[in-house]
């Protein structure tokens, strides 16, 4: 019993790290670190930022998701940003969103 609960909790701590892993490559590949950057402003909020904003909102996964996917503006200033290509997919979307809000 022990063992079971040992491989069932290292294969969790696997699967979160291989969905960060995932999420930053898929970020990387999606032309997001264009306008953001992972502890900086640039043209748009760093993702810590992101992240440390949203730590505690329950509805974040889905509003950020949406606003991804919808580009969106006036949240961290005047910049808007674009809505993303139909070419990356709303699970690709989810993923980054995922990886993002994990970050501390």
């Keep these: ?3 079971r609960f040992i491989a069932l909790l ?3 701590l696997f699967a979160d790290n291989a969905l960060a892993a ?3 490559e898929l970020a990387i590949n999606s032309n997001c670190m264009t306008c ?3 502890e900086q402003k640039a043209l748009g909020p760093s993702l810590k930022e992101i992240a440390a904003k949203y730590r505690n909102d ?3 996964q ?3 998701e949406r606003k991804v996917r919808n580009g969106g503006a006036g949240t961290w200033g005047k910049m808007p940003m674009p809505a993303t290509p139909k070419s990356i997919s ?3 979307i989810k993923s980054i969103v995922q990886w993002i809000l994990s970050l501390k």
Excluded: P, Q, R, V
């Design 58 to 60: 329950k509805s974040a």
């Design 90 to 92: 709303d699970s690709d």
């Design 62 to 64: 889905t509003a950020l």
């Design 22 to 24: 995932n999420g930053e």
């Design 10 to 12: 290292a294969a969790s």
């Design 36 to 38: 953001h950057a992972l």
């Design 1 to 3: 019993m022990y063992f």
